[in-house]
């Protein structure tokens, strides 16, 4: 009876990987603690001794892309490859470090080119290990 006060969701699909990408920068995301920033895998750099793979990413900031290193945590069930639309997790903001080292995070998961308006880009696959919580935040 009341599904006419429901809004429509529009659901953005995109072709591929980098045209989604583009469309995140266009919006130009701004990085929060806790947040979820879009962003390009550019290169991988391997696996270092504690079991993180390290990557070179294109973050979707709102000047438009910001390239940092960032890695998959030990214990990632999986990890992206090149090319891959992924989400970056912001852990803290280093305000003593310049930019863009200031941004620690994470690689978090694989997004799907699907942007679903008012809940935000669909997740392909988890990156995050099991005995990572999710953050708490009572409303």
């Known amino acids: 009876m009341f599904n006419w006060f429901k809004k429509k969701q529009e659901v953005l699909q995109f072709p591929d990987a980098r045209s989604a990408f583009a469309h995140a920068c266009s919006i130009g995301y701004t990085p929060l603690i806790g947040g ?9 750099g391997g696996m270092n001794r504690d079991g993180e793979r390290t990557f070179m990413v294109s973050l979707a900031a709102p000047e438009g892309e910001l390239k940092l290193w960032s890695c998959t945590l030990k214990g990632a069930p999986s990890y992206p490859d090149e090319g891959d639309f992924v989400g970056f997790r912001v852990v803290t903001i280093a305000s003593d470090l ?5 941004l620690i995070g ?5 997004l799907q080119p699907v942007l679903v308006t008012g809940k935000g880009w669909a997740v392909g696959e988890n990156f995050t290990p099991e005995n990572i919580k999710p953050a708490f935040r009572p409303l």
């Open 106 to 110: 994470y690689i978090a998961c694989r």
């Open 98 to 102: 310049p930019e863009p080292a200031n």
């Open 36 to 44: 979820l920033v879009p962003a390009l895998v550019e290169e991988s």
